[in-house]
Structures are given as structure tokens and as C-alpha cells.
């Protein structure tokens, strides 16, 4: 399976978003000699379009290249914003420092340097996590048998499959930090402090699998020798839900990790301590 990102606009307008494509690999098994020369008469077979008039101008000079368009899946196409969002805030690349989609649950990640979070000019934008994503709702009726008047869209394109979705609201997090004191201490370890390098240029390279988010967070390049043996900071960002029974021994790292500054572990009533301030 091939997944692929692109930064599109709308009807050749200046409002820009994603569009996620994902599309089946299929390897071709190994043939005989025998298969494989018949497979080679097939590809020398020029596929031209019907009916079109144009093809008997075509002749060997031209090299025409055409293949029919291939059947399209509502699956297939995961746009990063509706048709209903009027303002929709999107970052540039230079803003979104790593990104990533998870196909199983049909969302994706980017870890994004948010500017106006915290609005501090003596430092660099916030990194914030930044997830959207979206669910299949119902059988969508295709509007050559549905009833009633409304508005052609042309531009929409046509699936096979008629299954519609629907996307969830984006979510930045952590909050700014002036919410709550635990969001104070999320944005202290999620923004490690730069040990070399200028405050507002720094390099951050990450990977994620279905439960953890990793990455390193270093000073901006200088584009010599140092880089290659430059330090930085390990983030890890743990989606996994906390286990009902942890055994002893990893009962006396929690209690460790919970005096860390460094650490911090969503707990049970996490959001009703964040509403009147208790939290940690």
C-alpha cells in the first residue's frame, strides 16, 4: 500500500489544504519464459481511448501514452479539510516539523511549531501535536437516484463504493501553557531547552508507529562538521492507555517518574483537575 500527501488548492483558488491518497501495491508474480513473452506482446499493444477522434492522427511517431482512468474509492481520498470549513488554519511546511498518517485509523499526525500559542517573541513557536481524523458514516445515495433539487457540484469527485465520511474536529495539544499548571509542564517537555545553537532554530526528526510517538529535538544546522555529532533531546509521546494493574516492580518507576519534571502521565479525572486548577 502506497500513501501519499498533497498540498492542493481549491479550484485554483489561494486556499490551500492536504489531500491523503492511499492506493494498492500489487507485485506481479514471477512467469515462464513462456508467460513472459506473451506478457511482452501484450504491453506492445498501444492503449488508445475509444471514440475519440483524435486518435487516427496518431501515428508511430507520436508515442501516445493513455491508460483509462482506474476505478475510485471513497477510502482512497482523505482530504485534510471539508467543503463546510469557511477558515480552515493550516501550517506551511517550514511550520510542521514532522508529519506522518496512520492508515488503520484513517488519521494523521504533524508536529507543528505554533507561533501563536503562547506569544512569546523571546521564544520560538510552541510544538504542539496537531491529529485530525475521520469515520465512514453510512451508504452514501448517488445523486443520479437520490430525490429532490440542490446545487451540482462538479468538482466532487465520483466514487464506486458511495460511502460517505465524516471528519472529526482538529486537535492541537498540548493547550497553551497559561491554561493549567500541568499544561505549563507538557510545553517544558515537549519544548526541551536548545543546548547550543540559537534559541529560535532548532531541527526536530521523528518517527511513529500505532502507540508512540518518538523525536529528537536538536539545534538548527550549521552545515559543518559538528553537525553529525550534535546533541539533542528525546521526546516520547505515549498513546497507549495506562495498564488497570501494574506489577510491583513498574509500580516503583511510576512513583519515580511521577516526582520527574520531565515526565507526565494522563491520569483518571485529569480534565476535571485542569478545570479547577489542581493539576499537576
Not at 2 to 7: A, G, K, V
Not at 139 to 155: E, F, Q, V, Y
Request: net charge positive; glycine share 4%; aromatic share 8%.
Amino acid at each position: 500500500m502506497i500513501l501519499e500527501s498533497r498540498r492542493e488548492w481549491a479550484q485554483a483558488s489561494s486556499r490551500q489544504s492536504r489531500t491523503f491518497y492511499t492506493s494498492k501495491f500489487h507485485v506481479k508474480p514471477k512467469h515462464t519464459s513462456k508467460e513472459s513473452s506473451s506478457a511482452e506482446e501484450d504491453t506492445d499493444t498501444v492503449l488508445l481511448p475509444e471514440n475519440d477522434l483524435f486518435v487516427d492522427l496518431l501515428d508511430s511517431s507520436n508515442k501516445p501514452n493513455w491508460m483509462p482512468t482506474p476505478p475510485q474509492y471513497s477510502w482512497s481520498r482523505h482530504p485534510e479539510f471539508t467543503k463546510t470549513e469557511t477558515s480552515p488554519r493550516s501550517f506551511i511546511l517550514a511550520k510542521t516539523k514532522f508529519r506522518a498518517y496512520n492508515h488503520s485509523c484513517t488519521s494523521f499526525l504533524d508536529l507543528v511549531e505554533d507561533e501563536y500559542c503562547c506569544n512569546d517573541p523571546t521564544k520560538p513557536g510552541c510544538l504542539r501535536l496537531r491529529v485530525g481524523s475521520r469515520h465512514s458514516t453510512s451508504l452514501n445515495i448517488s445523486p443520479l437516484h437520490a430525490k429532490g433539487k440542490s446545487r451540482a457540484d462538479d468538482t466532487a469527485p465520483i466514487f464506486n463504493d458511495h460511502v460517505s465520511y465524516r471528519n472529526s474536529s482538529i486537535h492541537m495539544w498540548p493547550p497553551p501553557a497559561s491554561r493549567c499548571p500541568c499544561s505549563k509542564r507538557l510545553h517544558d517537555i515537549m519544548n526541551p531547552p536548545l543546548q547550543l545553537g540559537p534559541s529560535h532554530a532548532r531541527s526536530v526528526t521523528g518517527v511513529l508507529d500505532d502507540r508512540t510517538l518518538v523525536y529528537m529535538v536538536t539545534a538548527g544546522r550549521s552545515y559543518g562538521a559538528s553537525d553529525d555529532s550534535a546533541l539533542g533531546t528525546i521526546v516520547v509521546v505515549d498513546f497507549t492507555r495506562p495498564y488497570s494493574s501494574t506489577p510491583s516492580q513498574m509500580r516503583r518507576v511510576d512513583n519515580e517518574l511521577d516526582t520527574d519534571e520531565a515526565h507526565w502521565k494522563w491520569t483518571t479525572g485529569q480534565l476535571r483537575r485542569c478545570k479547577s486548577g489542581t493539576c499537576q
